[in-house]
């Protein structure tokens, strides 16, 4: 008997997110555009902008992200890695308050302001709660990744989309990943909406692929590790709160959280 944890919730084998950054007012657009096509997405804001000339408004945050999921991009937007370890903690923990605060919530992702950290970085965020955080660095793949602090992306929405999504859509393992991240005023400041429209009319609707945000991602990925095999796999403990499949001999079976599941 063959068992992989290679599936995602209902059997799906494959899985959808995306990342966009700031908090411009295009996002409402593009959470438009998400909506009409079923695409989720996370959002990372900078609650120290919100109201400014180009950027959402505080009051809006519930309603327009709602369905998605908000996370941090820090207060004001610093290179983190340049920055004392005391603004560090105000950067990310006034800007966790400020959105957990609007959304009802607590805030646990996050994505690296310019795409730069270090270490010392990473090991800041683990003491705040912080469970993940993207980078910019595109993977060109579909995977998902060993430390989620360092979150690689497939891909940036310039670096040809379509194309992944049709490379994504023709692996036959499952337990494939597309992750796309971007920032909404790039389609307005390029002219180029038709970009992002064109892959969620291809990308939504597909009953074989899981939409969902980047925290969604996190936590199943995360009760998928968590799962206790018996010696001989015969059986699997489900200790999180979480329902997770797994891949027995090719067949989708579900392990219902806090009980054991015979698979074979």
């Not at 007012?25 to 120290?48: A, M, V």
């Not at 790039?186 to 892959?199: P, Q």
Request: proline residues 4%; negative net charge.
């Amino acid at each position: 008997m063959r068992v992989q944890a290679n599936l995602y919730p209902q059997g799906k084998t494959r899985a959808l997110t995306m990342s966009y950054d700031d908090g411009r007012t295009h996002d409402r657009r593009l959470i438009e555009i998400f909506n009409k096509h079923g695409i989720k997405g996370t959002f990372h804001l900078n609650s120290g902008k919100f109201g400014r000339d180009g950027y959402v408004t505080a009051d809006e945050v519930a309603s327009l992200y709602a369905g998605h999921e908000v996370s941090v991009h820090t207060l004001t937007h610093p290179f983190l890695e340049l920055t004392s370890t005391e603004e560090l903690i105000y950067e990310v923990m006034e800007d966790r308050r400020n959105l957990e605060a609007l959304v009802g919530y607590p805030v646990r992702g996050m994505s690296y302001p310019f795409g730069t950290y270090n270490q010392k970085v990473i090991d800041q965020l683990r003491a705040l709660g912080i469970v993940y955080s993207r980078t910019t660095k595109a993977t060109n793949g579909y995977i998902t990744p060993d430390d989620f602090l360092t979150w690689h992306p497939t891909c940036h929405h310039k670096h040809d989309i379509m194309a992944k999504l049709d490379g994504f859509r023709k692996r036959r393992w499952p337990g494939q990943l597309l992750y796309i991240w971007g920032h909404s005023y790039e389609f307005a400041d390029n002219d180029n909406w038709e970009i992002i429209e064109e892959f969620c009319a291809a990308a939504g609707g597909d009953e074989k692929t899981w939409y969902a945000t980047n925290i969604e991602i996190y936590d199943y990925v995360m009760a998928q590790r968590a799962l206790v095999l018996s010696a001989d796999r015969t059986m699997a403990y489900n200790p999180s709160a979480i329902s997770v499949w797994l891949g027995v001999d090719d067949q989708p079976v579900e392990c219902k959280p806090g009980v054991v599941t015979k698979l074979g």
